[in-house]
């Protein structure tokens, strides 16, 4: 029996308000932080031909029992997670390290 494809979609807004609305690829947890891989997702075909499919990394933080997804303001931190999601994700997905 084939397995049906259901993905964990979410909808983040900016400081702005502008909504922006990812798939959720990949978790990782470590001893202290939890991160998520997130792809764009676009309804207008135009949008998703222009799309880079550059994957987006946030950090989820918690604060009375709410849950932030947030900017990795870190640079090693950021490449530490960019790396430990490419090892994990290149099996699924064709990326391209720049």
Partial sequence: M???YNPDIITLANDDG???TFEVLDSLETD???YLAL???HQDPEKILEESGELVIVKVTE???EEYFEEIE?????ETVADAFIDR???YFEIDEK
């Fill in 18 to 20: 502008q909504e922006f």
């Fill in 74 to 78: 870190d640079d090693d931190e950021y």
């Fill in 32 to 34: 202290t932080d939890r």
């Fill in 63 to 65: 604060e009375d029992g």
């Fill in 39 to 41: 792809l764009p997702v």
């Fill in 89 to 91: 994700l290149q099996d």
């Fill in 2 to 4: 084939e397995q049906e």
